[in-house]
């Protein structure tokens, strides 16, 4: 359930940034969106994926670790091209597919929408820390600062070719460079 603190936040909006991402199939579809006077019970319901999902990790509040991480920064920088931020990727915000191991985003309490500069920087964060999940720690750094510095002097545009540039190269990863 959204955290209806933030400013200008509703559970509306969770729920209409979920149905972005279960548009692209890395969510669970919304099937439902109840709202009550004075918003005390409202809920979402969301197709059930236990079924077929598992959680990783030890801990749930742990982060997703080497090939699970590249995956998720995969994802979550195929969002940012969407305009799209999502944060709080912890293990029990992400459940795997038992038998691909792809993951699937769940709780977009802590997302909104982001475009220009805002999109750009969401795309290089992502990119970058696939990037280091996948051991290309030096890598991760030279872009992240070249993409960061052309945001800096003001050129969104080069930054963003720069930004999806690098991020191409993270889509082709499929297992951490073993060091």
Do not use: C, W
């Not at 669970?28 to 006077?37: D, T």
């Not at 992400?94 to 191991?101: E, I, Q, R, S």
């Not at 500069?117 to 996948?134: F, I």
Request: glycine share 12%; charged share 25%.
């Amino acid at each position: 359930v959204a955290d209806e603190s933030f400013p200008g936040r509703s559970l509306e909006d969770e729920v209409n940034l979920q149905a972005i991402a279960a548009e692209m199939g890395i969510a669970p579809k919304v099937a439902g969106f109840e709202k009550f006077p004075g918003g005390i019970g409202n809920r979402i319901e969301m197709a059930d994926v236990r079924d077929n999902f598992e959680t990783h990790g030890d801990n749930y509040r742990g982060f997703p670790t080497g090939r699970d991480a590249v995956r998720v920064n995969q994802q979550l920088g195929q969002l940012a091209l969407k305009g799209v931020r999502l944060e709080d990727r912890h293990n029990g915000n992400v459940l795997y597919n038992k038998a691909t191991g792809r993951p699937m985003q769940l709780d977009f309490g802590i997302a909104g929408r982001v475009e220009g500069s805002e999109q750009v920087a969401t795309l290089a964060m992502a990119t970058s820390e696939g990037l280091e999940s996948a051991g290309l720690i030096e890598e991760a750094a030279i872009y992240r600062a070249t993409v960061m510095d052309l945001l800096e002097g003001g050129d969104v545009s080069d930054a963003m070719d720069v930004a999806k540039q690098g991020f191409s190269r993270l889509q082709k990863i499929k297992e951490p460079v073993k060091g």
